[in-house]
């Protein structure tokens, strides 16, 4: 066993409650909400058209984005409620569905028998409609259950809390063994949830009711053990939430985070892997109470400025606009900067560029990109991003194949010769693992991003809080560049956990201070 | 005693289904619809007990408007049987015949004897049928069970849709001869739709041929025998003659057996 998963199996109660308590609480609401409307609108065809046509239009949006989107559009709320609310949706339509068919496939001359015996229209639908249409009906719910507890695999960008996290996590990190591990545990439960619900149809089928309450025992079961821990959390001190972007270095620095915190009194919960847009409208609505960005990203994404500008003054516009406009702190520099930068294998920079490391600039391989054939790999979002048409205009840069890929394929790709340049990240291990040069930014277009330590207005108010953090970003910052790709290396390329390099690193600190102080 | 004065149905696509029928059958006493498919025979039979609501006329059972009374009371008063039973297949016999009688809070012990009553009047054995499910049963003891629970309440006015319609032969003459002794012996008023004209004539007090929504002639079936009002009614009643005079001449090897 890797020794990343042992390191996770202490989150697995977490997780796994959490992922119970979201499925089932949406899969009842959704079950409360549909059969319901199926039932209304089973009478009337063109509202049933409607109704389903609605629900499948929802199906259709990519559950990722509806998760994320639901962050704006309940003002801002991350962690379990946009999961909640989506998943709710994404379970209507299979039970809507299913009991709409099921209640019009009940033959019609048992309708009429009921109705001539003079049942009212409510009798006839408990006694007669309902049972008739129950399997189909609960064969809605059966699929609902597997899409749902699918589904709440990917609420780790909001901020939910999932086995999702052990998938994000694990490719994030390189740690495929917790990503496998995730995976198999979320199948496991949607088959044991299955086979619970499926119960019930048996129930119906073989009209014994002890084999429902068999059921409902089980579920409640999961209701009751995904409840364990926020209940019992709600009898512990409220916790301060840190929060964590999905990629490595945030992994690590998340971990030093919650390690200061709790050193100095502090309960610490983790949300890790959330979005970037969504972890700062957390950070301004004071749902977690610390996070780590870069001065570069608030710049062209919140500040959306165009032409870059000096380290220091940047710097200081970022902090200034942070805190009028968003109400956030900004606590002091960590020290090193996760910079966007092309990267290139040196034998193919010799070959593309030029044998003298002078000529390994920007402005050099746009000229060359404008006779030969180049190809550029980025991360998913790089293409889409301000910085990325600035590169482009101003150094008109001509690439003749593009590439957007996951960080992790993308620098395999590069290693491996399929593309020539890729966006790196200066502060990546991997740079160093597979030897690739930096191409200079001669025109200075790319910003600064220096990592910066922001908190919310709120947790600073807290006493002792900024305290803890501040032995980070004393004297411009406690992690120097060099450090910080080091321990992006130890978990990317050795493979050890995000929390012991974070436990090392903030180890290196105290040494480095303690040396100082003498 | 159920009475029809002048009722029509006319449907929101405008077609008419029922034109202005007027009819009277004596309490105790049963009458047949009679006419092929679409003449009118089973809309009249449901404006009966109101599944079909008229557009004009009166209904009266047992001297009360039907209009004038809640519909869902009005049909727990009278017995319903339907072509094929309609047996609810997610209940057991027991629970089929006890549908109404729970509808009308009975206690649970008048029910349960009322059950244990009506499946030996049908001729099935309670301790043998009680717990069984439909599917576990043949054509003729669903629709057995099914005259159990139209009669469960003890209704005095029955509505029956082609009872006998997905029997076989045998099996329908055995429970039509049945049926008639019950119903007699319970002194039932009666409606009954059929398309086999001699069912109708072996089973009615009285006979309403229809054709087209519209009442051609009521009567005895020894009226519409002897005195038929048009052609029509004329050729529907002799064709029970007719196909036994064929069978008959077959019997003798007539005319399909050669000229010899």
Redesign the interface.
């Known amino acids: 066993m890797s020794e990343q998963l042992i390191e996770s199996l202490r989150d697995l109660p977490d997780y796994l409650g959490g992922h119970m308590l979201l499925s089932l609480s949406a899969l009842v609401v959704g079950l409360v909400l549909s059969v319901p409307l199926g039932i209304a609108v089973s009478r009337r065809p063109k509202l049933a058209e409607l109704a389903q046509g609605i629900a499948a239009v929802i199906q259709t949006v990519p559950s990722l984005a509806l998760l994320v989107l639901m962050v704006p559009l309940l003002g801002g709320r991350t962690g379990f409620w946009p999961a909640f609310v989506a998943l709710i949706l994404y379970s209507i339509l299979p039970i809507l569905a299913n009991t709409v068919v099921g209640l019009r496939g009940v ?1 019609p ?2 309708i ?9 229209d409510r ?1 006839l639908l408990r ?2 409609q309902l ?2 249409a129950a399997p189909v009906i609960i064969g809605g719910v059966r699929t609902a259950t597997v899409l749902v507890v699918g589904t709440a695999t990917l609420v780790t960008p909001v901020g939910g809390t999932s086995l999702g996290n052990y998938i994000f996590g694990g490719l994030e990190t390189s740690d495929y063994v917790a990503t496998v591990f995730g995976c198999v545990l979320a199948a496991v439960l949607a088959i044991v949830m299955d086979q619970l619900v499926r119960l019930f149809e048996l129930a119906a089928q073989r ?1 014994d009711q002890r084999l429902a309450w068999l059921g409902a025992l089980g579920l409640l079961f999961l209701l009751g053990a995904g409840l364990w821990g926020p209940v019992s959390k709600l009898f512990s001190p409220t916790p301060e939430y840190v929060a964590g972007a999905p990629f490595t270095e945030q992994h690590i620095l998340t971990e030093v985070m919650k390690e200061q915190l709790r050193s100095a009194g502090f309960t610490v919960n983790q949300r890790k892997g959330m979005a970037e847009g969504v972890q700062f409208l957390a950070l301004r609505g004071n749902q977690i109470d610390c996070c780590i960005n870069y001065t570069g990203n608030i710049w062209t994404v919140l500040m959306k400025e165009k032409e870059s500008a000096e380290r220091s003054i940047l710097r200081a516009k970022v902090r200034h606009f942070l805190r009028e406009r968003y109400g956030v702190i900004c606590l002091g520099e960590l020290g090193f900067e996760n910079a966007y930068a092309l990267a290139m294998k040196p034998q193919r920079a010799e070959a593309l560029l030029g044998t003298e490391r002078s000529q390994w600039t920007v402005s050099r391989l746009a000229e060359q990109s404008r006779r030969l054939s180049v190809s550029v790999a980025g991360d998913l979002q790089f293409f889409r991003r301000l910085e990325w048409r600035q590169l482009r205009e101003r150094y008109q840069l001509r690439f003749r194949e593009k590439k957007e890929a996951d960080p992790t394929l993308m620098y395999g790709a590069v290693r491996d010769d399929q593309v020539d340049v890729i966006v790196a990240y200066t502060s990546d291990g991997r740079i160093e693992k597979y030897g690739l040069v930096l191409l200079q930014d001669d025109l200075h277009v790319l910003p600064s991003y220096d990592a910066i330590l922001l908190a919310s207005a709120e947790a600073v108010a807290k006493p002792g809080f900024a305290e803890a953090l501040m032995p980070l970003v004393r004297d411009g910052g406690a992690i120097s560049d060099a450090v910080m790709q080091e321990a992006n290396r130890q978990v990317d390329v050795e493979g050890n956990s995000p929390r012991r390099v974070a436990l090392q690193l903030l180890e290196s600190i105290a040494v480095r201070k303690k040396s100082v102080e003498r | 005693m159920i009475v029809l004065k002048q009722v029509s149905k006319t449907y929101d696509t405008g077609h008419v289904a029922v034109c202005n029928v007027s009819l009277e059958v004596p309490a105790g006493k049963m009458l047949v619809l009679l006419g092929g498919s679409g003449c009118g025979k089973t809309t009249t039979l449901k404006m009966i007990n109101r599944l079909v609501e008229p557009t004009s006329g009166r209904i009266e059972v047992d001297g009360r408007d039907v209009l004038s009374v809640d519909p869902v009371q009005l049909r727990r008063g009278i017995g319903y049987v339907l072509q094929g039973s309609a047996l609810f297949p997610h209940m057991s016999v027991a629970e089929n015949i006890s549908v109404v009688p729970r509808l009308l809070d009975w206690p649970v012990e008048r029910i349960e004897k009322r059950i244990d009553e009506l499946l030996r009047l049908v001729h099935l054995p309670p301790e043998e049928f009680r717990s069984r499910m439909p599917r576990q049963l043949s054509g003729g003891q669903q629709q057995r069970v099914g005259f159990a629970r139209a009669l469960a309440a003890g209704p005095r006015v029955m509505l029956l849709d082609e009872p006998f319609g997905a029997l076989d032969p045998v099996t329908r003459d055995e429970l039509r001869s049945e049926f008639l002794q019950l119903r007699r012996q319970l002194g039932l008023t009666a409606v009954m739709v059929t398309h086999d004209i001699t069912e109708a004539l072996l089973s009615a007090d009285l006979i309403a041929v229809m054709n087209a929504g519209r009442l051609l002639q009521l009567g005895t079936p020894h009226e519409l025998l002897a005195n038929p009002s048009d052609d029509f009614v004329g050729s529907l009643m002799s064709s029970p003659k007719r196909q036994a005079d064929q069978l008959e001449s077959l019997v003798a090897g007539g005319p399909k057996g050669g000229s010899s």
């Open positions: 033959d001359i048992l009429e028998a009921g109705r001539g015996l003079g049942m009212s009798e006694k007669v049972p008739l009209r």
